[in-house]
């Protein structure tokens, strides 16, 4: 079951007046791990989904207020979305919020595109520059133009952000928040739109980079750990998947020296013989 948005958006208004809809795959649904769950449970689950999605990504756990939402009793709802939650069929982006993974992830993918055809169509507007100088050249250029740009947004639509880069990116901000809690991009109305980015350029780190999905989770939970001796702490310069990425060599080097640090300082003190 997978959904489906544009880019870009700030509110769940504009997104569902956008593209009022998201994609339900019926063997991905049939085949999830939602079937484990009785009718009434899967019920609340599509209609958790159809709000997040409304709001832009996410949805306030607040469970007097979904109960009335959904005319169904609190006790109810409340044991749904605990059930569901414990399962991985709703995932918390943030203290106090939830959103379901499928949802994280097409918007992972619709930012990435999104980013793409931008890309596109400024090479586009180029090519119509060159056009004044010299017809010919210009023409050239411009079928270069088009080639390219259809290429990628052929490669592009074959291509789907992975669930394991979503996870490490919700892992990512729910970390960023226990130190940074103030942290402008994972405020509400820039949270989905931050992880989604972020699932791009860690699907980037996994894809192309060849990092190990467990190596990137290893550094995530490493960072709020690391603590310099000259008072350097890399958490405060790691606020972003991308910076995740383009770090990685350092982050690793760092971990591994104090890991080694810490087993010398073990076997100082008798622990190692």
Same mark, same amino acid.
């Given at each position: 079951?997978?959904?489906?948005? =544009?880019?870009?958006?700030?509110?769940?208004?504009?997104?569902?007046?956008?593209?009022?809809?998201?994609?339900?795959?019926?063997?991905?649904?049939?085949?999830?791990?939602?079937?484990?769950?009785?009718?009434?449970?899967?019920?609340?689950?599509?209609?958790?989904?159809?709000?997040?999605?409304?709001?832009?990504?996410?949805?306030?756990?607040?469970?007097?207020?979904?109960?009335?939402?959904?005319?169904?009793?609190?006790?109810?709802? =409340?044991?749904?979305?605990?059930?569901?939650?414990?399962?991985?069929?709703?995932?918390?982006?943030?203290?106090?919020?939830?959103?379901?993974?499928?949802?994280?992830?097409?918007?992972?993918?619709?930012?990435?595109?999104?980013?793409?055809? =931008?890309?596109?169509?400024?090479?586009?507007?180029?090519?119509?520059?060159?056009?004044?100088?010299?017809?010919?050249?210009?023409?050239?250029?411009?079928?270069?133009?088009?080639?390219?740009?259809?290429?990628?947004?052929?490669?592009?639509?074959?291509?789907?952000?992975?669930?394991?880069?979503?996870?490490?990116?919700?892992?990512?901000?729910?970390?960023?928040?226990?130190?940074?809690?103030?942290?402008?991009?994972?405020?509400?109305?820039?949270?989905?739109?931050?992880?989604?980015?972020?699932?791009?350029?860690?699907?980037?780190?996994?894809?192309?980079?060849?990092?190990?999905?467990?190596?990137?989770?290893?550094?995530?939970?490493?960072?709020?750990?690391?603590?310099?001796?000259?008072?350097?702490?890399?958490?405060?310069?790691?606020?972003?998947?991308?910076?995740?990425?383009?770090?990685?060599?350092?982050?690793?080097?760092?971990?591994?020296?104090?890991?080694?640090?810490?087993?010398?300082?073990?076997?100082?003190?008798?622990?190692?013989?």
């Amino acid at each position: 079951m997978r959904c489906n948005t =544009a880019g870009g958006f700030s509110s769940g208004d504009a997104m569902s007046h956008d593209l009022p809809y998201f994609k339900f795959m019926v063997q991905d649904y049939l085949s999830g791990d939602i079937q484990a769950h009785d009718m009434a449970t899967q019920g609340i689950f599509v209609n958790l989904c159809s709000r997040a999605w409304k709001q832009g990504g996410e949805l306030e756990h607040n469970v007097p207020k979904l109960a009335r939402l959904f005319r169904v009793d609190e006790a109810v709802l =409340a044991s749904a979305l605990q059930v569901l939650l414990e399962d991985g069929c709703m995932v918390e982006t943030r203290p106090g919020y939830v959103s379901s993974k499928f949802i994280l992830l097409q918007l992972s993918e619709r930012v990435e595109l999104s980013g793409k055809r =931008a890309d596109a169509g400024r090479k586009g507007g180029n090519a119509k520059q060159l056009k004044r100088r010299s017809k010919c050249q210009a023409n050239a250029k411009q079928k270069g133009s088009i080639s390219e740009s259809e290429s990628e947004s052929e490669s592009e639509s074959e291509k789907r952000v992975s669930q394991v880069a979503t996870d490490l990116a919700t892992s990512l901000a729910t970390g960023i928040g226990t130190w940074k809690p103030d942290y402008r991009e994972l405020r509400r109305d820039k949270r989905p739109r931050t992880i989604a980015n972020w699932s791009a350029d860690i699907d980037k780190a996994v894809r192309l980079d060849k990092r190990e999905p467990e190596a990137l989770h290893a550094l995530i939970e490493w960072l709020p750990t690391h603590e310099g001796s000259d008072g350097f702490r890399w958490r405060d310069n790691v606020l972003s998947g991308r910076k995740l990425r383009d770090q990685y060599d350092k982050l690793d080097i760092a971990k591994n020296r104090e890991n080694a640090s810490a087993d010398v300082q073990l076997g100082s003190d008798g622990g190692i013989t």
